[in-house]
């Protein structure tokens, strides 16, 4: 079955500095991998989808993420923080031919200046 | 293009009333996604539709929720009667038949349920 492991459901940074959300997941087959942001009192907005190809995937507002097979993991980076970058993100996974997304739990950034 | 588009985006409620909440998908998507956000339990999905079918609606908490999709630019999630603990954010996504399963999200209807 299908999993989704966020480690650390808060990250702090300070502005400027590297911003890396963990994700893990648990497929029996490679997966489409997301990720999405939602700002608060938003919905969800989609950062980026790795689906096939090139591993290392970038999103929009200067994220990337990188897909390791061999670690089975998705992290999310960005090399610099930004204020506006303060949200909560959400790993997610789908294999092929399977309707749903399985959501992580979240990790909510926050962005000191 | 417009979005996902949910309505009411606020409803506070009495407990014991009914709540119909509104969810208009992008047009040409096939998939309609219902999820419920808390504090508590996060992101949990309710039920899905494909082609205006009810295909999954196990995460429905129990019979006091309900959802139709009666044409494919339309869905309804009510609730009746509303208890303190529905008290939550509702979020609406749907996605097309084709592509690599992403959902596009509304912005949600925060109910409060008094």
């Known amino acids: 079955a299908q999993s989704v492991t966020q480690l650390g459901s808060h990250v702090s940074v300070s502005e400027g500095a590297l911003v890396l959300l963990r994700c893990n997941y648990s497929?029996?087959?490679?997966?489409?991998l997301f990720w999405y942001v939602q700002y608060p009192n938003q919905g969800l907005q989609l950062l980026l989808k790795?689906?096939?190809?090139?591993?290392l995937v970038k999103g929009i507002n200067g994220f990337e993420a990188e897909f390791k097979k061999s670690e089975t993991s998705f992290h999310l980076t960005k090399p610099s923080a930004h204020m506006s970058d303060a949200a909560e993100y959400f790993c997610?996974?789908?294999?092929?031919?399977?309707?749903?997304?399985?959501f992580g739990t979240g990790t909510r950034l926050q962005v000191f200046p | 293009d417009a979005g996902v588009i949910q309505s009411p985006r606020h409803e506070v409620t009495e407990m014991g009333q009914e709540v119909t909440l509104r969810c208009k998908p992008i047009?040409?998507?096939?998939?309609l996604f219902w999820y419920r956000q808390t504090m508590m339990r996060g992101l949990e999905l309710l039920i899905y539709?494909?082609?205006?079918?009810?295909?999954?609606d196990s995460g429905m908490p129990e019979d006091r929720f309900s959802a139709k999709m009666p044409n494919a630019s339309f869905s309804t999630l009510k609730i009746q009667p509303s208890e303190p603990r529905d008290s939550a954010v509702y979020f609406c996504?749907?996605?097309?038949?084709?592509?690599?399963?992403?959902?596009?999200f509304g912005p949600g209807t925060r109910l409060t349920v008094l």
């Open positions: 996504a749907s996605r097309p038949l084709r592509g690599y399963n992403e959902q596009f």
């Open positions: 497929s029996s087959v490679p997966p489409y």
């Open positions: 790795y689906t096939t190809g090139a591993t």
């Open positions: 997610a996974v789908s294999d092929h031919g399977y309707d749903k997304l399985i």
């Open positions: 047009s040409g998507h096939d998939y």
């Open positions: 539709f494909n082609n205006n079918v009810p295909i999954d």
